[in-house]
């Protein structure tokens, strides 16, 4: 791993939490072979902006209460800014602030002409109506009108968000502006101008990238071993694409816990089961394992679809897979990367594996733009000639360099960044 500058006195602000400092010291291990300048450096470590607000719901019986809402907002340099809102109650500054940064790589990295963004409320939707989600949305969005902006900042799904979550959104703004603003939003209904394969583009191009990443180095899919950890809108999209591609998936997790059969879980068959009951828990065809047994079972493909700080100094020295693929934010913390490293496990980045989300995101965006609309071949054909491009790259910035694929990945987004903020300089 490089030598962090520590001279740089590194982000102070609000946002300073153990996440924040996670994204951070990724951006500083990267910056010895980026090659930019320390203006670049410097702005480029602090969001732009970030706005907090306190959503008040009226509950179902009656009662107020009032809930904390985030949006952050890194980078403005390349465009608008771009990225989920997630419901959750682990929602902080902090948290926002990080994955903000990491949208401005990510899109960086793909070369979309946007920024990075993050928000979400503090909440648990399980504890919430399906009626008080939606006037949460709804007045979280009203608070959000001064922010949010189809030429300034869109939204999209991310943790316990949705279709339905950005039907709402839209229909709060459109009817705040007085007329239809479809691309205000991504990741929304087809009926409202949602673009086809952005449910699934995610957790496809976690495969795209996965399946490239195996030709590499000599192999295909098929009859490889994964483990999927998150059966979710990332993580079950993930293991149907394995699955379909004659890998076999042997173990999968889900709130519930993980499910192993190293003869290959049936797929469908936990699809059908984890739509009829709500989740996989009481499925009993295959055998019951934690979370803990999953991360380290022997396989050629780990795939992190589940959130945040998964693989950690004390777990990534019982990792056994051939290499990891990062379909969710931030999995792996700095202390694993290390030992991962020094284990010589590869792991593909999350701003590269996650980004065929926000890539048929922005295509979504241009169509509604555009009022025109592509057929699902066309998407799918688009996305992967995206994803492909961006895979090329940084392995050939981590050849040239000598460098891990999270770095070469950094080195090529904020290279991408620096040319624009170099060309605009800072304002005044
Ligand atoms: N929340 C997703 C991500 O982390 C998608 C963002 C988007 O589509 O704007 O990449």
Redesign the pocket.
Known sequence: MAEVDASRAGPVFEWDTPLFRMAHTQFEQALPYAGVSDMVAERLSYPERAVIVSVPLRRDDGSIEIFPGYRVQHSTVLGPT???LRYDPEVSLGECAA?ATW?TW?CALLQLPYGGAKGGIRCDVKTLSLREVEKLTRRFTSELVREIGPQSD?????MATNEQTMAWIMDTYSMLKGYAVPEIV??KPISLGGSLFRREA?GSGVVMVAEQAGRRQGFELAEKTCVVQGFGNVGGVAASELHDRGARVIAVSDVSGGFHAERGLDIPGLHAYSAEHGSLAGYDRCERITNDELLELECDFLVLAAREDQLTGANADRVHAAMVVEGA?GPTTIEADEILAARGIPVIPDILA??G??TV?YFEWVQDLGRLFWDRDEIRRKLADKMGTAFDRVYSVAAEKEITLRQAAMVAAIREVAGALEARGIYP
């Open positions: 771009k990225g989920g994955l949208m990510k869109i939204p999209a799904p991310d991504t990741g995610t934010n996650n980004a989300g926000v995101s």
